[in-house]
């Protein structure tokens, strides 16, 4: 199971995704004029392909002249629609809002680039101050009563007289979409409610900032003796990453996820291990100028006061009444059937690992700092799988033309690498395909692929859309990207990937193909579910161990042979291993994110709530949360994914079931009947109809729990 989030423009868009204000913005400048005729941010597209971002002539000074002019921009839109005098309709409400905010849209592609993929302390500097004042310009729109009166009209007239379907869901969308931020409230409390939101941008930002110093504050040099037990690979990398800090001759491992795992997995050196894992789980909890835990007590205080103006109980209620699991109860339901089972699988994980540490005469006890190490040796024994062996048949190149067969297969796209120089790229590493129709040739749109990591870049994997597919205005073609953070090699060395990494790889693709394959015909229709848009890129990961896949792409890196099929069979036998402790390390943080957030946060102690709640799940010792609360990114440096990481769960209940009907279809995983329903129902709909409502077009039924179980090597929970 992979875990990670959409980019943070994602986020910002979704947030924006409802805005639409009214007053004029008092930050325009008289001398505005020059400014902007150099603005490249503010500049439209150009080019093939209906227009594209131009990425090498982004320049850091016209961030913020940018934003003004945007948001400037987007409310004397938002002013022409509530200055009409015309009756409120969907042709001169809807329409135009959905038309809105072009400029800024734009704008917030380059944003989201410096944000994730090329930060630096300059930029980091912008987005502290921009925090709050995005965040009143949001309130401006979301507050706006005029235009919530309009759209309210809108709404009731159409119980009347029903709309066109789509139309039908774009107004119900928004018209939820502003009650629930706001719009209805009296002045004085909406007075409250923007102030809370401005306060909050800032505390997100500071989160994480926080985060980010701490991983790069925390590097373990390591030298040449230090490097016991770790693959050749992961030495050169080390040495790279170690050349690039100005440590020639030495080896850093740096304190991100790609680099603590693979080290914690390998490293013979028990008391670096300890270091490395003290390191990477201590983020934003090291008592220093970047602690995050009173920053965390600060939001959950102000998040339940905000609900609390709308009439919650708490923010848990207020933010899953529109989610497929409707109700906090309903998702804690789920992961209390599954939890049980979890830890009851690391006790015997546990065992095995003992065993093999007391066998080897190592004298210790398992610590959460030898999981991962222990771990791999019981894999070996038990499954006779060494994962360094797997990894020389997974190259980056390889799988990326995997990923293509895969689409052609199931969405019937063809991918080919865009002209050199045709389309400007932010970094040299970054590359472009053309996806068209593989039949019509029709243009669907541009991937990039971002795929190595840096300085400056967030950790983890991530997708998203740089624009978006819609038709109500011209044919807009998707820009959709993916960005990973393998270890770049040294020059003429093949990526060799593990094969967790290579199924991200195809997780954040079925993010991408989900955008790529979207047919909706408004911007609103577009916005993710949170407890859903997990499945398309979960359920794609299963095409990774599909023999058509493994007999073409998972060849040798020496040999160009296809991976053995006694090596197939190993992993397959595996592929249960170890859910002990990836479920629990992942339930750990999604039943906390709940918890954090139905509890009464006044005077709360972030740090005992934590080891409180651990507690009384019974939380082995010997694992942590996968991701501890301090640099719990997913939900504090913002509210995408606040009582979401439930969400990736959730949506693997689809998965598990949705992959029971291929491995039950009469083509298996490429049956073309069975993937025209998927793309069809499950994809191209986006947020067109209910997510429950299209699963059980897919299906004729829900999915069902049992699947998952099945799926994890757990047992059935009896009813
Ligand atoms: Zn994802």
Known sequence: MNLYFNSKKFQLITALSFILALTSCKQTKENEQPMEANNILLSEWTGDYGGTPAFDKMNIKDIKPAIEKGMAEKLSEIDAITSNTEPPTFENTIVPLEKS?????????????????????????????MAPILSDFNSKISQNLELFKRIKTVYDNSLETPLEEDQQRVVNLIYEGFAMNGAELDDAKKERYAAINKELSTLYTNFSNNVLADEENYVEYLTKEQLGGLPESLVKAAANAAKEKGKEGMYAITNTRSSMDPFLTYSTERALREKVWKNYYSRGDNGDQYDNNANIAKILQLRKERVGLLGFDNYANWRLQNRMAKTPENAMALMNAVWPAAIARVKEEVADMQAVADKNGDKITIEPWDYRYYAEKVRKLKYDLDSDEVKQYLQLDKLTQALFFVADELFNYKFTPVPEGSVSVFQ???????????????????????????????????????????????????LGSNNSNFVKPAPGEPVLVSWDDATTFLHEFGHALHFFSSNVKYPTLNGGVRDYTEFQSQVLERWLSTDKVINQFLVHYKTGKPMPAELIAKIKKSATFNQGFSTTEYLASAIMDMKFHMADPTNIDVDAFERETLAALNMPKELVMRHRTPHFGHVFSGEGYATAYYGYMWADVLTADAAEAFAEAPGGFYDKELAAKMVKYLFAPRNSVDPAEAYRNFRGRDAKIEALMRDRGFPIPKK
């Open 101 to 129: 905010g072009k400029t800024l849209d734009r704008v917030f592609t380059y944003y989201g680039i410096w944000s994730s993929n090329m930060s630096s302390p300059e930029f980091r500097e912008i987005e502290s101050e």
């Open 428 to 478: 040299e590493d970054v590359k472009v395909w053309e996806v068209t129709n593989k039949t019509t040739g029709e243009h669907i749109g541009l991937w990039y692929l971002d795929p190595f990591a840096r300085q400056g870049k967030r950790s983890g994997a991530w997708a998203n859309t740089y624009r978006s597919h819609t038709t109500f205005d011209g044919n807009k073609t998707v």
